[in-house]
């Protein structure tokens, strides 16, 4: 059973789309956003629902929701961090405990590494944040990690490089690649808010939810391999510096584009010229220039990623709004 927070976003909406796909039962929360105590409440109250639902089977609650920019004021992210504290100590307080359950939070790669500079970046890479945004990233991901230490659930913070998608089916000028995407179908300029040479990976935002979500699973079978029950309780897996029941892992798509490459993209997969206005903003000044990943690796590696192409004409044919 799989609970959706921030199911109506684009990287929710690529989370509903697999578990659709996968015919899995799943649970779309509708929290109380800006009131920390009721959005605890109510994530308590969905997980009780999906216990009894679920008949003891293992349960993943998936954070996507949150503010996706990173340009975002420091004032909103403490306010994200205030009610993502309040969900963990709901959880912690009167969940059973369970490793066989997880928590999926869903983080920022570009945000994380945001001054890490030129080099490939991959999980052994220290973290480089730059901005609010990718400094609340970061203690979220710590806070979330205590429900691993304290044994409630196991616990995946998955940083995910440039995602991209519909979001709830439609196409939203939210990000880069819709804004060029719908320029292109209205036959408009698309402004640049970045260098032309902004290097990024771009991750559809299907495949984000596929890879996350085979991360978590990869986590459960090797939580599955323990044993004995002493074993599972032991220190190996409870209390130690860095517990396999926290992990932090990071989802991309392997390969970088300009920002200028992927409006030609755009141009060749929907055979219409997109002119380009360079505009600057508050915003350009904490892009980085670049951000390499290593390619895919592990359970990543087997699972197939949607083209930027195909992605492109799927956004395409889809209604706007």
Not at 43 to 59: D, K, L, M, N
Not at 168 to 185: F, I, T
């Amino acid at each position: 059973m799989k609970l959706i927070a921030g199911a109506t976003g684009v990287l929710g909406s690529g989370f509903v789309e697999v578990l659709r796909q996968r015919g899995e039962a799943y649970a779309a929360m509708q929290l109380p956003w800006g009131e920390p105590s009721r959005a605890a409440e109510q994530v308590v109250s969905y997980w009780r629902a999906a216990e009894e639902r679920s008949a003891g089977a293992p349960i993943t609650l998936v954070w996507a929701a949150g503010t996706g920019t990173v340009g975002a004021p420091a004032e909103a992210m403490v306010e994200e961090t205030a009610t993502l504290t309040a969900v963990v100590e709901a959880l912690a307080g009167a969940v059973r405990p369970n490793l066989d359950n997880c928590l999926l939070f869903t983080s920022s790669a570009g945000a994380i590494y945001g001054g890490h500079g030129t080099g490939v970046i991959d999980e052994s890479t220290p973290p480089a944040p730059i901005t609010p945004y990718g400094r609340e990233k970061l203690a979220q991901e710590a806070i979330v990690a205590r429900l691993a230490e304290a044994g409630v659930m196991r616990t995946v913070s998955c940083r995910l490089t440039n995602v991209f998608g519909l979001a709830g089916g439609r196409l939203r000028r939210k990000g880069l690649v819709p804004a060029v995407v719908e320029a292109a179908m209205l036959r408009e300029p698309v402004r640049l808010f970045v260098s032309p040479d902004t290097r990024r990976d771009y991750l559809f935002n299907v495949d984000a939810a596929r890879l996350a979500l085979a991360e978590a699973d990869a986590g459960a079978a090797r939580w599955a391999l323990a044993e004995s029950a002493e074993e599972r309780e032991s220190a190996s897996w409870r209390g130690a510096a860095d517990p396999p029941a926290a992990r932090v892992v990071i989802a991309r798509a392997g390969s970088t584009i300009t920002a200028l490459e992927l409006v030609g993209s755009v141009s060749r997969v929907l055979r219409r010229r997109v002119p380009v206005v360079i505009t600057e903003s508050p915003e350009s000044r904490v892009q980085p220039l670049v951000l390499r990943f290593r390619e895919r690796t592990g359970i990543q590696a087997t699972i197939p990623t949607t083209s930027f192409e195909a992605a492109i004409r799927t956004m395409a044919e889809a209604p706007r709004g």
